[in-house]
């Protein structure tokens, strides 16, 4: 933003005062951003849910305190690098669509997504029942042998 004050506009972006509710739109091309350093940042930025969101078409929440969801990707290509350790914290999935059928299918929620989905609307759907999520990371793992493998430690835990 400092670089270009434009990038919000022409990413999609909106940038609201604070994080509370009701929080008021602001004109992001009326904000000096020099004036702003990283930690004294408070406002909230929203991509509008178009093709060119980063995180895709679906985004699916489960409660952690990290802020950290399973969402789609408008950059498909990544899964097939060897390597994909390139997201932020968040886990992209590579079928998503798949994914949310199969986890609304035989509810009601399955009908609202995909109305939502043919109207191309942006809808919150809530799951009936709650589905335990763990994330798991492992930077040592068993292979077919029983032998170990280390993998990289891509976040230095180890």
């Known amino acids: 933003l400092q670089a270009d004050p434009s990038y919000l506009i022409k ?25 702003i350093s990283e930690n004294k940042l408070a406002y909230r930025f929203e991509q509008e849910p ?4 980063a995180l895709g078409q679906f985004k ?26 390139f997201s932020s914290g968040c886990v992209r999935l590579e079928k998503p669509m798949e994914f949310a ?6 509810t009601k ?12 609307s942006n809808t ?3 799951l009936p029942t709650y589905i335990p999520v763990y994330l798991v990371y492992f930077t040592v793992v068993p292979n077919a042998n029983g032998m170990l493998e280390f993998r990289n430690d891509i976040y230095d835990r180890d």
């Open 11 to 35: 990413h999609g972006y909106k940038v609201y005062s604070s994080w509370s509710i009701g929080a008021k739109e602001l004109d992001s091309t009326k904000i000096d951003w020099k004036a």
């Open 50 to 53: 178009d093709e060119g969101n």
């Open 60 to 85: 699916f929440m489960f409660p952690n305190k990290n802020e950290i969801y399973l969402h789609d990707t408008p950059s498909k290509h990544l899964f097939r690098e060897k390597d994909r350790a």
């Open 101 to 106: 059928r199969a986890i609304t299918k035989g």
């Open 109 to 120: 929620q399955y009908n609202e997504m995909n109305n939502s989905l043919k109207k191309g």
């Open 124 to 126: 919150v759907i809530t």
